[in-house]
């Protein structure tokens, strides 16, 4: 009986700690990483891409444009749990080819909408920067505006 009461209080104490889970660290995309919903090559697409790392997956989720990455977070991933979102940093990416080390956390970010500017789909995109002045001036250049993580989840692009 001892023992059972011991194991109950085990459980106890485990059942009220909260267990950190480690958030991984942006990949980089390889050659075999592919748009979720497009299926294709994400090298075959310009302008910046995303990726979502899924609770109880090992591959990462790759998407074309930051338009998909949030289309998939506001749809599937409604219902998933997300570990960590990334998108690349349009102040610091190339608009052809985002280069290696410019992913930031989307959910820190700060989002470019309703621009002129087209992402990989040839559709207007939801266009990710961590420096809030340089999403004020890529606005001044291609209209939109400048909204956070949460304001591109309640509307609809």
């Given at each position: 009986m001892k023992g059972f009461l011991w194991i109950l209080a085990l459980l106890a104490l485990t059942a009220c700690g909260k267990v950190e889970e480690k958030i991984p660290a942006p990949l980089e995309p390889t050659a075999a990483a592919k748009?979720?919903?497009c299926g294709m090559a994400l090298t075959e697409h310009s302008g910046p891409k995303g990726?979502?790392?899924?609770?109880?997956?090992?591959?990462?989720?790759?998407?074309?444009?930051?338009?998909?990455?949030?289309?998939?977070?506001?749809?599937?991933?409604?219902t998933r749990r997300i570990v960590a979102f990334y998108v690349?940093?349009?102040?610091?990416?190339?608009?052809?080819?985002?280069?290696?080390?410019?992913?930031?956390?989307g959910r820190e970010a700060r989002y470019l909408v309703a621009s002129d500017k087209?992402?990989?789909?040839?559709?207007?995109?939801i266009i990710p920067f961590a420096d809030p002045a340089t999403a004020q001036e890529w606005q001044s250049k291609h209209g939109?505006?400048?909204?956070?993580?949460?304001?591109v989840m309640?509307?609809?692009h």
């Open positions: 748009g979720f919903y990726q979502l790392h899924v609770a109880g997956e090992k591959e990462v989720l790759w998407f074309s444009s930051v338009r998909d990455a949030f289309a998939y977070l506001k749809n599937e991933g409604a690349n940093d349009m102040g610091r990416a190339n608009w052809d080819h985002p280069q290696p080390g410019t992913w930031i956390p087209n992402g990989g789909m040839g559709v207007p995109e939109g505006r400048v909204v956070s993580h949460d304001e309640r509307e609809n």
